[in-house]
C-alpha cells in the first residue's frame, strides 16, 4: 500500500514537471472574462479570482510562497506579506504608478523562491516575508495592468472587487499549498523531497520565463523582432 502511495506521488510530480516545460508562451496571457470589459464589482471579483489562476507564472509563485512559508514556522503568516505587497502594487499600478521590467522580476521570483525550496533550506520569517513581498510588488503591479488598460469602465467598485479576488483567491491558495506539502505528502520538513521536487517544478518555469525575458531584452537591445 505504501509503495503504491509512493509511486502515485513520483508520478503526480512527474506529471507536473512535465506540464511545467510543455506549456507554451501563450498559456501565460490572462484573459478571466474573455476580454469583457470589467463594469460591476462582481465583474472585479471574477476577474481577481480568473487572473491568478489564468497565469501559470502568478499560479506557481503562489504555491512556492505556500510552501516555503510553511517552514517558516508560521504558514499562516508568512504569506500575508505577499498578499499585501501584491495589493499594493496593484494599486499603485492601478493609480497610474507601474514598476519596471515587471515580467522580468516575475520570471525571477519563480527562480529564486522556486530554487529555496528546491534547495531544502527553510527561511527564517522575517527574510522569507522581505522576498514574498518584494517580489509582490511586481506581480500585484502586473496584475494591476487590467485595471489600468480599462481605465474608461473600471470605478472604485471593480477595483474594489478586483483587490479582494486578488487577495483572498491567492491567499488561499498559498495556505492551501502548504497544508497538502505537510499532511497529503508528508512534507514537514524542508528537506522532504515532494516539496523539493514542487520547488523544482517552479524554478524549471521561472528559468524558462527568466531565459525568454534575457532573450527578448537582447533582440531588442540589437533592434531585432521575432
Not at 74 to 85: C, G, Q, W
Not at 123 to 141: E, Y
Amino acid at each position: 500500500m505504501l509503495s503504491n502511495i509512493s509511486r502515485f506521488r513520483g508520478k503526480f510530480f512527474a506529471a507536473m514537471l512535465a506540464t511545467a516545460f510543455t506549456v507554451p508562451t501563450a498559456a501565460f496571457a490572462h484573459h478571466p472574462l474573455g476580454g469583457m470589459p470589467m463594469g460591476t464589482f462582481a465583474h472585479g471579483v471574477l476577474s481577481g479570482i480568473g487572473h491568478p489562476l489564468l497565469g501559470f507564472d502568478h499560479l506557481f509563485f503562489v504555491i512556492a510562497v505556500g510552501i516555503a512559508a510553511l517552514y517558516t514556522g508560521r504558514a499562516l503568516l508568512a504569506p500575508a506579506a505577499y498578499i499585501v505587497a501584491m495589493l499594493a502594487g496593484c494599486f499603485l499600478m492601478a493609480s497610474g504608478i507601474g514598476l519596471p521590467m515587471k515580467e522580468t522580476v516575475i520570471g525571477l521570483s519563480l527562480l529564486v523562491v522556486g530554487g529555496i525550496v528546491l534547495s531544502g533550506r527553510a527561511l527564517a520569517l522575517v527574510p522569507a516575508m522581505a522576498i514574498f513581498a518584494a517580489f509582490g510588488l511586481f506581480h500585484g503591479s502586473a496584475f494591476g495592468n487590467a485595471i489600468a488598460a480599462q481605465e474608461a469602465t473600471a470605478g472604485a467598485q471593480v477595483l474594489i472587487g478586483y483587490l479582494a479576488g486578488l487577495g483572498i483567491l491567492q491567499y488561499a491558495i498559498a495556505v492551501t499549498a502548504g497544508w497538502i506539502a505537510r499532511n497529503v505528502f508528508k512534507a514537514s520538513e524542508a528537506t522532504a523531497i515532494h516539496a523539493r521536487l514542487a520547488g523544482a517544478v517552479v524554478a524549471g518555469v521561472g528559468l524558462f520565463l527568466t531565459l525568454e525575458n534575457a532573450e527578448g531584452l537582447v533582440l531588442g537591445a540589437l533592434g531585432w523582432t521575432v
